[in-house]
């Protein structure tokens, strides 16, 4: 009979799902993900055929929080879209990741075959990976970073995503 039965292997699987997951509750850091979202002007009229503002003012109800206004104009250009007719949005939301930036003796140890070094990995739910993934924007401790590949680990389970990072406007030889 295996020492390692199925259940017991279920079991240990299970916990290190769970033990992962409060690592990052309780340990992680907040990584910042952005993303930008155009949409119809919500203070004016838009115009299709001209792909603008139609110079109307016709606020939606209700109108959305995240775009300043309603602000009432009388013809001419809309001071919320200055006449563009559309509006980029920003969303932001923070994911609990475990925080890993590469020192220089990481850097070292980085072989010439790499052709993308990374400044910073994350360790992330694999639902957190995603997020990561299709990001406008990212920023790890305030710095921004750009989004490199992902790993994902686990025993049976994906219990987490390893993303690698890198600063933006930087090469990746600075420290």
Not at 33 to 54: K, W
Not at 116 to 137: C, T
Not at 150 to 170: F, P, Y
């Amino acid at each position: 009979m295996p020492i390692l039965s199925s259940g017991l292997i279920s079991q240990v699987d299970s916990l290190f799902v769970q033990l992962l997951g409060e690592m990052r509750e309780y340990l992680g850091r907040d990584v910042t993900v952005v993303n930008y979202q155009e949409i119809n002007c919500p203070n004016c009229s838009y115009d299709p055929i001209n792909q603008e503002s139609a110079g109307i003012y016709q606020p939606d109800d209700p109108y959305p929080e995240n775009v300043p206004g309603p602000i009432p104009f009388s013809g001419g250009i809309c001071p919320v879209c200055n006449g563009k007719g559309k509006y980029v949005t920003r969303q932001e939301q923070t994911i609990k990741a475990l925080v890993n930036w590469a020192t220089p003796r990481d850097r070292a140890a980085m072989s010439a075959g790499f052709v993308e070094p990374w400044d910073v990995s994350v360790q992330v739910s694999p639902s957190g990976a995603e997020i990561i993934r299709n990001a406008d924007e990212i920023y790890v401790d305030d710095v921004r970073v750009q989004y490199l590949n992902m790993q994902k680990g686990g025993l049976k389970t994906i219990a987490g995503v390893t993303i690698e990072l890198r600063k933006i406007g930087e090469s990746s030889g600075e420290n």
